[in-house]
C-alpha cells in the first residue's frame, strides 16, 4: 500500500506567503523474505510575490525534507533518517513595448537554488531537463530526494500578441550554471555538469489555422542538437492535420520519427481519421490506422484498420479490423 496526504497550513498574513504539509510513503514485500517502508514529511513555504521600484518580480520557496525508511532482509534489518533543506529564490523583470499593430513583452528570468545537503545517487534516472522544468524547485522529480549544491537559472521569454491579444510568437529559453560537478544527478539531464544543455520553446502561430511548436535541447556551445521536437497543426473547416517529428541523440535517446494524424469531419455524426508513424533511423514505416466513426446521442459504432510493420522480414505484418459499436441510455 502507499498514500499521499496535501494540507495547506493557515498562517498569519504578515508571513506573506503560504505554507504547505506533504506527507506520502508505502511498504511493499519483494524478493520473498525482504520488506521495505517508506516515509517522506515535506515543510514548504512559497512566499508573495513582491515588487521593486524598478518593477522586477520576486518571489522564494523554503523545503524541509524529512524521508524516514526502513528495510529488512534475512541477513540484516536498517533504519534510515535524513533531512534535507533546499531554497529557491526567483526573479524576473516584464518590460512591454506597444506598436501600432502589436504587443511585444520581453521579461529576463533569474532563478538561483542552494542546498547544503548532499543528493542521492541518481544518476541513472531517466530524466530530461527542459524548459518547463528548469525553474521548479524539485525540477529531478524525486519525492525522497533533493538536488544538492548550489546553482543559477537563466533565461529569457519574449511573447508578441496582436491587438487581440492573440499570441502570435512565444519564444522562451534557458540554461543552467552550477558551482561544481555534481556526480550524483542524472546524466542524462546534464544536471552533474557544471553547465546544462541550452533548452527552450518556440510557438508560432502566423494565421488562426496554423499552429508550429518547437521544443528543443543543445549542447552548451549549441554545437550538437540533443533533442527535437517539431509539431504542426492545421485546422480548417472540418480538416485537420498534425505533423510531429522527434529526435533524441547522444545521451538523451537514439531515435529519430515521423508522424502524421488527419480527420475529417463529413458532418457532426460522421468522421474518417488516419495517422501513421515512420522511424527515419531505419527508414521503416512502424504502422497506420485508418478508421470511420459515426456517433449520435445514443449510439457510436466504430471501424479500424491497422497495419503494424516488423523489420525482421521472416515476420509478416500484422493486420488487424476492429468494430466497435456502443449504445449509450437515456437515463
Not at 55 to 84: A, C, E, M, R, W
Amino acid at each position: 500500500p502507499d498514500f499521499n496526504f496535501n494540507k495547506k497550513i493557515n498562517i498569519d498574513k504578515s508571513y506573506n506567503g503560504n505554507f504547505y504539509f506533504n506527507s506520502s510513503g508505502y511498504q511493499q514485500n519483494y524478493n520473498t523474505n525482504n520488506y521495505q517502508a517508506v516515509i517522506t514529511n515535506d515543510f514548504l513555504f512559497n512566499s508573495n510575490n513582491f515588487i521593486s521600484k524598478n518593477g522586477i518580480k520576486s518571489n522564494y520557496q523554503l523545503l524541509v525534507k524529512h524521508d524516514n525508511s526502513f528495510t529488512s532482509s534475512p541477513t540484516d534489518d536498517k533504519d534510515t533518517t535524513d533531512l534535507y533543506q533546499s531554497i529557491l529564490f526567483k526573479s524576473e523583470l516584464p518590460l512591454i513595448k506597444k506598436t501600432d499593430n502589436f504587443n511585444n513583452y520581453l521579461k529576463p528570468i533569474f532563478v538561483t537554488r542552494y542546498s547544503p545537503n548532499n543528493s542521492k545517487n541518481i544518476a541513472s534516472k531517466d530524466l530530461r531537463l527542459t524548459y518547463d522544468n528548469i525553474y521548479s524547485l524539485n525540477r529531478i522529480s524525486s519525492k525522497r530526494n533533493i538536488e544538492e549544491g548550489g546553482s543559477v537559472s537563466i533565461g529569457i521569454e519574449y511573447d508578441i500578441d496582436d491587438k487581440q491579444n492573440n499570441n502570435i510568437l512565444n519564444f522562451k529559453i534557458a540554461n543552467s550554471i552550477s558551482n561544481k560537478k555534481k556526480n550524483n544527478l542524472p546524466k542524462k539531464s546534464k544536471l552533474n555538469e557544471k553547465r546544462s544543455d541550452i533548452v527552450g520553446k518556440i510557438k508560432f502561430k502566423p494565421i488562426q489555422v496554423l499552429d508550429i511548436n518547437y521544443n528543443f535541447s543543445y549542447d552548451r556551445d549549441l554545437k550538437n542538437s540533443n533533442y527535437q521536437s517539431i509539431s504542426t497543426d492545421f485546422n480548417f473547416n472540418n480538416f485537420q492535420t498534425s505533423f510531429n517529428y522527434l529526435s533524441e541523440d547522444n545521451e538523451i535517446g537514439n531515435t529519430e520519427t515521423v508522424s502524421n494524424t488527419s480527420s475529417y469531419n463529413f458532418n457532426g455524426e460522421n468522421k474518417v481519421s488516419f495517422n501513421a508513424t515512420k522511424n527515419l533511423k531505419t527508414d521503416f514505416t512502424e504502422y497506420y490506422n485508418l478508421s470511420y466513426k459515426y456517433q449520435t446521442d445514443c449510439l457510436i459504432t466504430s471501424v479500424k484498420y491497422t497495419k503494424k510493420f516488423y523489420k525482421d522480414g521472416n515476420i509478416l505484418p500484422d493486420k488487424s479490423l476492429l468494430f466497435y459499436i456502443r449504445f449509450i441510455p437515456f437515463a
